[in-house]
């Protein structure tokens, strides 16, 4: 219910980090609705904000009491210094992250086995939706750890071992889960690479982790168009092969026979594995588990062995593998999706549309639910497919409670108008979470009056990869929203917001925002690469761990993050580097230079605008820009297809060569005003790149 006066609590920090609560007229503030604040875990700001001092003064007693419900094989340490150790600073030393060392306990354990000795045997864990409507299933916990154990003892056949990298490959069924927990449970790193990237992009993941295994599946609908997963998948291990990683074994799931689809695709998936099969490489997933045994016995981890790398874009354009420890990565993810849906193991269902591939899906898919013995949906489709009501559709059969997506995909449904939802009754929602980007407060009201009847909470949570879980969010029964505010920090976060001095910014103010000490979830170091971990995150503000995001804090204390400061974009909630789109532009022989920038989309948030530069005599023709795009789609993905490819004579550029994004970006823009020029080398460059875009938009 919005509240447009009355008395808001509003925080400020001081020295010591300690809320001080001010009462202030607030606009525009959401209350939490009373059928959320009566159930919540957290209700009301009085509890969020005894809660959130207890978790940053005291971490140990904070999180030792919640670690406390899971099972630890060796115990917690008893020494209040070794439960969380830590150095921020590189000028100190080497940046090290440490939770509760000495403990070993096993996350696959914890979100499986403890859930059955507990009673839950029979509660299902995934409600599981095709692509196609007509597919559908579900799996019980025990079902679930039956699979895991099976698959465990088949990957230990094949000669996985702790530590070992597993690349996994697959869409959004079942047996994704399975093996990722599967992993986990033996002691394996697995590196999921999203289902929507190239052969290339695949490839470049698979050598960077050292992984000789590759979990995939022939094929997936995506709406009407069958992807052929394992055609990718051979031509990757192929790739990888020749630049010296031999994947040894190749597990893939039979998926294509089981689902709906046409006879005409079916037969093209049976010539497909005809043609690129391996006998020596390629196992069927049923053949390895067929007989496998049920029984497995768990591997116990010590609390920071590696539970999982996952790729994210680097600004230099190189991805970096994300390590997540496990022990840390448990207690956060399990604790987030507790406090930031809210959850109620007796009555939620949950939903979430992310892609497992991503850090989402991971933590808010797999780990996060199942750790708090949630019952969720598993979707494999779009929001499109076949209508733009598929969302209503399955929130309304499945009763759906809690419901977690992305703006841009709350965007694409807001052009269907305001009575897409009237034929459901989603009156069992309760909170709507949002993540990737910032949420523009239009979508952001859409999502709450429209989907949400004005009856729910809505979570707009910030985080990264790198963090493991949410960061900044509100709490559904505590938190007084504003619409396009990540509001305040979750539990153990200390953010601050540093001018470009590294001064920090206290009260109103905007600038980076960055954290002082470490929550359990962080991320420990890059794959295989811990100095550009402290460069990249540690070494422009020493003491502090930089997100690479901008910030602000309103006169009330609320966060509101404005996006990428580094040469990043986000595509329809996809991080990308202007670096990789550029490396891939500039492999074409006519091109000699380009310059990515990114562009305000209506939908996507962001789309690509590529200026190229082309060698002497080459002609940029519809024929290049073609292929160009059609480089990026096959070397990257085709979620980074750029929407303009501008020819550009000549780039701005400083006098010492480096290249004005600045200015490139106003141009894409259309904006006259270019700012400070003065340290621009030839500035008659831009007269002509302006005349080119003029040129561009008049043939669109
Ligand atoms: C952006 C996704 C504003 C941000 C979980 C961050 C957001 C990047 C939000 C991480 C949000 C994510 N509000 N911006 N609620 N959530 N971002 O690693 O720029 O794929 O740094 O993790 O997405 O993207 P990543």
Wanted: aromatic residues 10%; hydrophobic residues 35%; glycine residues 8%.
């Amino acid at each position: 219910m919005q509240s447009r006066m009355g008395a808001i609590l509003c925080n400020l920090c001081n020295e010591e980090n300690i809320f001080i609560f001010i009462a202030v007229a607030m606009s525009d503030v959401y209350s939490p609705p009373e059928r959320v604040a009566v159930e919540s875990h957290c209700r009301g700001m009085e509890t969020y904000k005894a809660m959130y001092k207890e978790s940053v003064e005291e971490p140990h007693k904070f999180w030792g009491r919640i670690a406390e419900q899971f099972f630890w094989k060796k115990p917690l340490p008893t020494d209040l210094n070794d439960f969380m150790k830590y150095n921020f600073n590189v000028t100190e030393g080497p940046i090290k992250i440490e939770w509760m060392s000495g403990a070993q306990t096993n996350i696959c354990y914890n979100a499986l086995d403890r859930n059955v000795e507990n009673g839950l045997g029979d509660r299902v864990a995934f409600y599981w939706v095709g692509n196609n409507p007509e597919d559908k299933g579900q799996i019980t916990y025990s079902e679930l750890l039956a699979d895991v154990c099976k698959f465990s003892n088949a990957l230990e056949n094949i000669g996985v071992k702790k530590g070992d990298r597993v690349a996994i490959y697959m869409p959004m069924i079942t047996e994704l889960v399975v093996a990722m927990l599967a992993c986990a449970r033996i002691g394996a790193v697995h590196s999921i690479v999203f289902g929507g990237y190239s052969a290339d992009s695949l490839a470049t993941r698979i050598c960077d982790a050292g992984a000789k295994i590759l979990i995939s599946a022939d094929g997936v609908y995506r709406g009407t168009k069958m992807i052929k997963l394992l055609e990718i998948a051979v031509s990757a291990m192929e790739k990888s092969a020749e630049q010296g990683q031999e994947v040894t074994h190749h597990v893939c799931v039979s998926h294509i026979p089981r689902i709906t689809g046409s006879d005409a695709e079916q037969q093209k998936n049976e010539e497909t594995i005809a043609r690129v099969w391996n006998d020596k490489r390629d196992l069927w997933w049923h053949e390895v588990m067929r007989d496998s045994s049920t029984e497995h016995e768990c591997a116990w981890m010590d609390a920071e062995d590696p539970l999982f790398m996952l790729y994210t874009s680097g600004s230099t354009g190189k991805p970096k593998g994300v390590l997540h420890s496990t022990a840390g990565y448990l207690l956060y993810a399990a604790t987030t999706f507790k406090y930031s849906f809210d959850h109620q193991p007796a009555n939620d269902v949950y939903w979430c549309t992310a892609d497992i591939g991503w850090i989402t899906g991971h933590s808010y898919v797999t780990y996060g639910p199942l750790l708090n013995a949630a019952t969720s949906v598993l979707f494999e489709g779009t929001p499109f497919h076949p209508t733009h009501k598929r969302c209503w559709e399955i929130v309304n059969e499945y009763r759906v409670s809690k419901f977690y997506t992305a703006p841009t995909a709350i965007r694409a449904l807001m052009k269907f108008g305001d009575d897409q939802t009237k034929d459901y009754d989603l009156s069992c929602l309760k909170v709507l979470g949002t993540v990737g980007e910032p949420i523009n407060p239009e979508a952001w009201q859409w999502y709450h009056k429209i989907v949400g009847n004005s009856q729910c909470s809505i979570s707009d949570t910030y985080w990264q990869t790198e963090t493991g879980g949410h960061i900044i969010t509100p709490l559904p029964g505590a938190t007084p929203t504003k619409p396009g505010s990540a509001c305040f920090p979750f539990f153990g976060v200390v953010p601050e917001i540093l001018d470009e001095e590294g001064k920090v910014i206290e009260g109103e103010g905007e600038g980076y925002i960055v954290f002082k000490q470490p929550w359990p979830g962080i991320m420990r170091t890059v794959y295989g690469d811990h100095d550009r971990f402290e460069k990249t995150y540690f070494s422009k503000f020493p003491g502090y761990y930089m997100s690479g995001d901008g910030a602000k804090r309103d006169k009330d204390g609320y966060i509101w993050i404005t996006g990428r400061i580094d040469d990043m974009l986000n595509c329809s909630g996809h991080l990308m580097s202007t670096a990789q789109i550029e490396s891939v532009l500039v492999e074409h022989p006519d091109v000699a230079e380009s310059a990515v920038v990114p562009i305000p989309h209506n939908i996507k948030g962001e789309a690509l605008y590529c200026f190229v530069t082309l060698n002497q005599n080459a002609e940029f023709t519809q024929e290049l820009v073609t292929k160009l795009r059609n480089m990026i789609r096959e070397k990257i993905a085709p979620f980074a297809s750029p929407d303009f490819i501008q020819e550009a004579p000549g780039l701005p550029k400083t006098r010492s060569g480096k290249i004005m994004r600045r200015v490139l970006k106003k141009i894409a823009n259309d904006d006259k005003d270019l700012g400070d020029i003065s340290t621009m080398a030839d500035s008659s460059v831009v007269d002509v790149l302006v005349e080119k875009r003029r040129e561009m938009m008049e043939k669109k």
